[in-house]
């Protein structure tokens, strides 16, 4: 019932500026904690950031300073500013969200289909 739906990729120029977003819907009950992965070719899916639902924030160290993780509970979206891209930015970035669908429901997580972002001259 729940879908994650990424947008906002696309080619940027190295220093430049994207902003990801995520939106959940289907059956929810609450969204906990929130994030986005990455993972380019021939790599391992790596963390860039994730964010709980009272807004703490954790970044990895290659990310840290240039991107800022944020959500807006009222419409269950989470995004990514991202600034000073570097070409090893360029991934597929993917939403992730650990999400309930009752009070007493067991919480699961849920991956979008990731949106490409392309960093280069």
């Known amino acids: 019932q729940v879908q994650l739906v990424e947008s906002g990729g696309g080619l940027v120029q190295p220093g430049g500026s994207l902003r990801l977003s995520c939106a959940a819907s289907g059956s929810i009950f609450s969204i906990n904690r929130m994030g986005w992965y990455r993972q380019a070719p021939g790599k391992q899916r790596e963390l860039v950031a994730t964010i709980t639902s009272d807004g703490s924030a954790n970044y990895a160290d290659a990310v840290k300073g240039r991107f800022t993780i944020s959500r807006d509970n009222a419409k269950n979206t989470v995004y990514l500013q991202m600034s000073s891209l570097k070409p090893e930015d360029t991934a597929v970035y993917y939403c992730?969200?650990?999400?309930?669908?009752?009070?007493?429901?067991?919480?699961?997580?849920?991956w979008g289909k990731g949106t490409l972002v392309t960093v280069s001259s």
């Open positions: 992730n969200a650990v999400i309930s669908n009752a009070v007493l429901g067991v919480a699961n997580i849920y």
